[in-house]
């Protein structure tokens, strides 16, 4: 007589209490939802996470928005310097021939004379700039010509170890000819050099600019 | 009742397997005969008795008898089972297996043949009497709506085909209005509902179980505060039910017919009042009175309950019996 006048309806609700069956699947839910505690933890500290990440990128993005705002007036500036840096290897391969000369009236011996100084460009690279394209050498070429009485040979060559030492790094002596001159008392001799446009032209006497421009 | 999965889960009683129903053995179990005379209440845990409570009349909160109208709502203070519960030392949540004695007008048991219902299983006969209780009993003229039982003669639940194994079949209502607001009591108290067994339903029961001659036909008289029933039992069956409601003298009567008719020896006429007996057979009728020795003899042992100072103590009432057996046959 177990359920007697108790509807339907509630038995059921009873039977969910008590029944074997219904306490089983009730203790796997219940184990479900505690095993999905861990799970929802870690989507809770994710989303918290992916939000602050979001926050952030809000953030630099408005950074970024304000660098950007910022930059447009030196847009112009930005242009005028990159036409600058453009010019620099054709200033870089300049050579500074007073500099040369200096270094070679200083190397000198009094025991020699010069004929005839020369000095060309050679090896042309083509840099376009605005404007056009300009052709920059980047060897230069330097002959010297002159005389000797003949018992000072040895004159030349300390003459030419001495220009070589104040010539810009990188440079070479080409040619050293001596030759007696058939007509008088004097030995004529010729040197080259070959001058590499680095920059460095300190040990010639250039001097830095205290003060650099600052474009 | 069709269990689904979905019905299931919006059922699923969280706070009571949270609180540790889940792993709970046994439920304490109620007992309350709710009588106008007397409301005696058993308190118990498997086959323990751990409380027997004489009158619960007049607690708050109270099970709500038939004759009384809707209960008010909730009741300040301990809730009933509470009270109960505490003074037998058990935890709440309780079940419960109320015996509601009803009036006449309130309560259907007869018995049918069953080749005289036009239905031919439990489940059409139980559909057809919540439809329209005329398709069955042809006169019935209750306006009130009531719910229905089907019993075998040897009051278990029948299931399927009434062709063969019931020649006879019970058929009991109860005025479904009081079914739920027993059912909103329940809830109330937050303990669940085993059954609402009629005293008279319980009392047969167990005379068939542990007095009833198996071989000769017998008669039984339970004497209720309200109600008197006599039913003729053979066989270990019920073959005829008949409830009286003031007319003593016309049961007198009946109760002769009803020995000639169907043979019944003297000293197979049992009487058994619930409450304090009040009906006196003649004494042609030799009848036996079922009381708190029989039902101790009847029953195997003394029944003890615990007492106030953790003291066991005896009881001489038959309800408490009838309320113990209640608790262990039904829950």
């Known amino acids: 007589m177990k359920n007697l006048f108790v509807s339907p309806e509630r038995v059921a609700v009873q039977n969910y209490r008590t029944g074997l069956p219904f306490r089983v699947a009730a203790a796997i839910i219940l184990a479900g939802l505690v095993l999905q505690a861990p799970m929802l933890l870690s989507s809770v500290l994710t989303w918290r996470r992916y939000q602050r990440a979001q926050d952030r990128r809000e953030m630099l993005r408005a950074e970024t928005a304000n660098f950007q705002a910022q930059l447009v007036p030196l847009q112009e500036t930005k242009r005028k310097l990159q036409q600058i840096h453009q010019w620099e290897p054709i200033f870089k391969a300049r050579l500074p021939v007073s500099a040369i000369l200096a270094a070679v009236e200083k190397s000198i011996p009094d025991q020699a004379v010069l004929g005839s100084v020369s000095i060309e460009a050679d090896q042309f690279d083509r840099v376009p700039v605005t404007g056009g394209v300009y052709r920059v050498p980047t060897n230069y070429r330097l002959v010297l010509q002159g005389e000797t009485r003949p018992e000072q040979g040895e004159a030349v060559q300390v003459f030419s170890e001495t220009l070589l030492r104040r010539l810009p790094p990188g440079s070479e002596e080409i040619r050293n000819d001596r030759q007696p001159r058939a007509a008088g008392n004097y030995n004529s001799f010729v040197l080259q050099y070959s001058i590499k446009p680095n920059g460095n032209y300190f040990g010639m006497g250039v001097q830095r600019l205290a003060d650099p421009d600052p474009l | ?331």
């Open chain 2, 1 to 331: 009742m069709g269990y689904s999965l979905v019905h299931f889960l919006r059922h699923f009683p969280w706070k009571y397997y949270l609180c540790g129903g889940l792993f709970r053995a046994n439920e304490p179990i109620i007992a309350v005969i709710l009588s106008p005379a007397q409301s005696p209440a058993l308190v118990t845990r498997g086959r323990h008795a751990l409380w027997y409570e004489n009158d619960v009349a007049v607690m708050p909160d109270r099970p709500p008898s038939p004759e009384s109208g809707l209960e008010a709502g909730l009741c300040p203070g301990r809730s009933f089972s509470a009270r109960l519960l505490a003074r037998g030392r058990a935890k709440n949540p309780a079940r419960y297996v109320l015996l509601p004695e009803l009036a006449v007008n309130d309560f259907y048991c007869n018995v049918h043949r069953v080749d005289g219902l036009r239905e031919s299983s439990t489940e059409v006969l139980l559909e057809s009497l919540q439809e329209d209780p005329r398709q069955v009993f042809g006169a019935w003229d209750e306006p009130r709506a009531f719910r229905w039982a089907i019993l075998s003669t040897d009051l278990e639940l029948p299931h399927g085909s009434l062709d063969r194994p019931h020649s006879q079949v019970m058929i009991v209502g109860l005025p479904a209005e009081y079914c739920e607001r027993v059912e909103i009591w329940a809830e109330r108290q937050k303990a669940s509902l085993a059954a609402i067994i009629p005293p008279v339903l319980a009392c047969l029961k167990w005379f068939l179980e542990t007095l009833a001659p198996v071989a000769e036909p017998c008669v039984l008289m339970v004497e209720l505060a309200q109600v008197t029933v006599l039913a003729v039992l053979m066989e270990g069956r019920v073959i005829l039910l008949r409830q009286y409601a003031t007319e003593v003298d016309y049961l007198f009567e009946d109760l002769s017919e009803r020995v000639r008719e169907f043979a019944v020896a003297p000293g197979r006429i049992y009487l058994w009042s619930l409450g304090p007996p009040k009906l006196q057979l003649p004494d042609h009728f030799s009848a036996t009175r079922v009381t708190a020795e029989i039902m101790r003899e009847a029953s195997g042992g003394v029944f003890l309950h615990r007492k106030m100072g953790d003291t066991k103590t005896e009881t001489e009432e038959p309800a408490a019996y009838l309320l113990h057996w209640a608790a262990r046959h039904v829950a």
